[in-house]
């Protein structure tokens, strides 16, 4: 027999070890129950208005619409929202629901530590311990928030193992799991592993899509003729793309193409070499070799550097509803620069993969055309990758004369602490 | 001999005593010492061995054998060469011999041709800890039953007796494999009484032998799970065991033999 409620499609359901049986019953009774509670409604609206800073803006991109002969350009500005990117957004839901479980202490993995960042300061909010798994790959390149999530109250676990990136941050958070289900609620930062999880990131994150909608009908009273959305494991996208699934508008996801389409270069699964598979207790589509071991991914951008994609995002690939393509890591980057320059605003990188996208295939479209791009967040978390690629000198001059005067007034503040130890032992 | 009838024969042979059923990951550290490795565990007196297939991602598993899955994947193991090494190990040993697999390997491989090249090399069963009882799509019970293998159910500690009945019940495995604690593969399991007693009742409930893992590293848990248990399963422990001799150049085969023979209360000459 099988559990339709937990399936997309082909894609989906929920194999997990019978260790973790109770916590999912648990979950999918809290989801049930909360999800048709006005007053859950009530209280993630309140904190999403007042704290979060929803609703985002949806912003009409004037000089890069004129780069672009006049086609429409919109951007729908995720990034402005609280901790800087979509993130916030899940797990600010699912910490409320981690409170009407009785839990008191979150779990989370994160690729660029947007996820991370966002749960830690949920759990701020809440009064909740936090404990955030992250690949010490990762916490190297998205250090600002490492230090933000420690900021927050949170403790920042570094996974060695394996890729030492996202997948492996996923296996680390789920295993911790395994050991504290009774007090503990594993806040899954995407739309992927097990049911119900899929289907709880997709709702908490579908406001973006219902947001757009009516933003876009008010500033052009039509719908836009194509949407598009980075997907790392698919949360900023199918929260994007589900209040359009309905409708004729085209829907295509950036996935990261990294270095270049050689197996380990990048992490495209469905515009690359993605297979159907059981992973990370969920079937979808994984790159994986012959033996069915997953891969190691790359992407400049941690967020998109992940082996798997959300089930529902595999189903609507084989359905073709919604279109894939990877875009390179050089290029994703170039996008930031041109962003920047004429928007006055800086994507993350992962969002990027999706403004590269919609600036290269925008020029084929019907010059009336309207083009909305979802920027899942904003690009501060990326100094260090961004600073030394388009400054490495600078950068490099600054690093130095930053590690000699931080060093220095340490030192002078050894020597302080030693005189006035010496003085009170006097 | 079907497996499942070399498995019930096994615990026949046992009279009442407790069995030991050793692990270790194929390929780890590559594959001719993983042979010698397996063939030490069967001639120092283990009473089945658990085979696991090396994968990227073993979510189940604490720190030693997730270490010991990359170890054999970087040493080149594959399926197919992990099944050559098991079939080889059948010919020398009559002691039941079990897969331990998560479920993309066994999908890549084609989940068919793989208990078909179980069934004919003589193997005798697969734990397989992604794969619960109501995601039965892949229909693995029935494939296996339909071979004479036996497909392990696998009871933690929260599973309640009725549930463990029935999972019992759905299963033509002649034993069930009782997790004793949370968590993941490796640290030493504190046996509480009431972890003990459990054992017992599982087996009542259930009707089957009882094999009791996770965290089982000294002779004196195996001596605790005597009374209560039909098998004790030893897995991490023994991969430190060869990881501690490969760092001193020792040979990791004689190691996990002496550790074996300790396990079971031999005499080491
Ligand atoms: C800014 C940003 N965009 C996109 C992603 C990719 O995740 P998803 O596909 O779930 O939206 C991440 C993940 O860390 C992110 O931080």
């Known amino acids: ?426 | 001999m079907s497996g499942i009838d070399r498995i019930t024969g096994r615990f026949e042979e046992l009279h009442g005593r407790v069995g030991l059923m050793t692990h270790a990951v194929v390929g780890y550290p590559d594959l001719r010492s993983s042979a010698r490795i397996f063939s030490s565990m069967a001639s120092s007196g283990a009473s089945f061995i658990e085979a696991q297939l090396p994968f990227s991602d073993p979510t189940a598993d604490g720190p030693s054998i997730v270490q010991a899955n990359h170890a054999a994947l970087r040493a080149g193991t594959t399926t197919f060469s992990s099944l050559d090494l098991l079939s080889s190990l059948r010919k020398e040993t009559t002691i039941p011999i079990l897969i331990m697999s998560y479920l993309n390997p066994l999908l890549a491989f084609g989940i068919d041709a793989i208990l078909d090249r179980a069934a004919r090399d003589g193997l005798d069963g697969f734990i397989v800890p992604d794969y619960p009882d109501d995601e039965s799509e892949l229909d693995l019970e029935a494939k296996c039953a339909a071979r004479g293998l036996a497909l392990v159910p696998l009871i933690a500690p929260a599973t309640t007796l009725i549930r463990a009945r029935a999972l019992a019940e759905a299963s033509a495995s002649p034993f069930i494999y009782a997790v004793m604690r949370l968590g993941v593969t490796g640290r030493k399991t504190e046996l509480a009484e009431e972890a003990l007693s459990r054992l017992g009742a599982l087996r009542d409930v259930t009707g089957r032998r009882v094999a009791a893992g996770f965290g089982i590293r000294e002779r004196s848990q195996v001596e605790a799970l005597a009374l209560r248990a039909d098998c004790a399963i030893v897995g991490s422990a023994l991969i430190d065991a060869i990881g501690e001799a490969l760092a001193k150049g020792l040979d990791p085969a004689a190691a996990v033999g002496a550790k074996v023979s300790d396990l079971v209360g031999a005499q080491v000459s």
Not at chain 1, 15 to 33: D, G
Not at chain 1, 53 to 63: K, N
Not at chain 1, 170 to 182: D, F, H, I, P
Request: charged share 25%; proline share 4%; aromatic share 8%.
């Open chain 1, 1 to 426: 027999m099988r559990h339709d409620e937990r399936y997309f499609g082909d894609f989906g359901g929920r194999y997990i070890p019978e260790v973790l049986r109770p916590a999912f019953e648990e979950l999918e009774a809290v989801w049930n129950s909360a999800k048709v509670d006005p007053a859950f409604a009530a209280e993630l609206k309140r904190l999403s208005s007042s704290w979060v800073g929803r609703p985002t803006p949806l912003h009409f991109a004037q000089r890069l619409s004129a780069e672009l002969g006049g086609r429409r350009l919109y951007l729908k500005l995720e990034g402005l929202a609280h901790t800087g990117a979509h993130k916030i957004n899940n797990a600010l839901g699912q910490a409320l629901l981690a409170k009407r479980m009785g839990k008191r202490r979150l779990i989370a993995e994160t690729g660029a530590g947007q996820h991370g960042l966002a749960t830690a300061a949920s759990a701020a909010l809440l009064g909740l311990e936090c404990e955030v798994f992250m690949g010490e790959i990762d916490m190297a390149r998205q250090q600002p928030n490492v230090f933000g999530m420690r900021m927050y109250g949170a403790s920042v676990t570094a996974v060695k193992e394996g890729t030492r990136t996202l997948t492996d941050a996923v296996n680390a958070a789920m295993k911790n799991w395994t050991e504290r289900v009774s007090d503990t609620h594993y806040v899954l930062g995407s739309a992927l592993g097990p049911h119900p999880y899929p289907t709880i990131v997709r709702e908490f994150q579908s406001l973006i899509g219902s947001e757009l909608k009516s933003q876009i009908m008010d500033a052009e009273g039509r719908l836009p003729d194509r949407i598009y959305a980075c997907v790392g494991g698919g949360s900023n996208s199918i929260g994007t793309f589900s209040a359009f699934l309905g409708d004729s508008v085209e829907l295509v996801g950036a996935e990261a193409g990294g270095r270049g389409p050689a197996p380990g270069d990048n992490a495209a699964r469905v515009a690359g070499t993605g297979r159907v598979g059981i992973a990370q207790s969920y079937k979808s589509l994984f790159l994986q070799d012959d033996n069915g071991s997953l891969l190691a991914t790359h992407s400049v951008s941690a967020g998109l550097d992940y082996a798997g994609l959300g089930p529902q995002l595999a189903h609507l690939a084989a359905t073709g509803r919604v279109r894939f393509e990877a875009v390179l890591d050089d290029d994703a980057l170039k996008a930031v620069a041109r962003c920047a320059r004429f928007e006055g605003f800086m994507p993350a990188l992962e969002s990027a993969h999706a403004v590269a996208l919609a600036l290269k295939e925008a020029p084929a479209m019907p010059v009336d055309s309207i083009i909305v791009v979802t920027i899942s967040g904003r690009g501060d978390k990326d100094l260090f990758i961004t600073a030394p690629h388009f400054d490495r000198e600078a950068w490099l001059a600054f690093l130095e004369a930053e590690v000699t005067r931080l060093r220095g007034e340490a030192a002078r503040q050894d020597k302080e602490a030693a005189r006035q130890d010496k003085e009170a032992a006097r």
